[in-house]
Nanobody, 124 residues
Framework: QVQLVESGGGLVQAGGSLRLSCAVS????????MGWFRQAPGKEREFVAS????????RYADSVKGRFTISRDNAKNLVYLQINSLKPEDTAVYYC?????????????????WGQGTQVTVSS
């Protein structure tokens, strides 16, 4: 089993920045892909970014390229999502997810473990 706990969300003005963290515990992650998804009210959960734990290769949704950066800290078992130039449309609950198969996917059903989410609210 893998446990994921997100933190770092909050209320921020448009143009601001946040860094979300995902604390990972329970299993060695060297073969995993870690992902961030978000879900806005009334909308489906959507892929944001993912990172291969071993290679650090990354993937991003087109809508966030250039503003979001995913990274991981092996020593601390943390995954980060740096969010810059926030927009009101970035308002959502952000979820950390883990996929036990090391091939990238953008579909939420491809991930095996999920955190409880952290709220990001961007005011205009």
């Amino acid at each position: 089993q893998v446990q994921l706990v997100e933190s770092g969300g909050g209320l921020v003005q448009a143009g601001g920045s946040l860094r979300l963290s995902c604390a990972v515990s329970g299993r060695t992650l060297s073969s995993y892909v870690m992902g961030w998804f978000r879900q806005a009210p009334g909308k489906e959960r959507e892929f944001v970014a993912s990172i291969n734990w071993r290679s650090s290769n990354t993937r991003y949704a087109d809508s966030v390229k250039g503003r979001f950066t995913i990274s991981r800290d092996n020593a601390k078992n943390l995954v980060y999502l740096q969010i810059n130039s926030l927009k009101p449309e970035d308002t959502a609950v952000y979820y950390c997810a883990a996929r036990s198969f090391g091939i990238f996917t953008t579909t939420s059903t491809g991930y095996d473990y999920w955190g409880q989410g952290t709220q990001v609210t961007v005011s205009s």
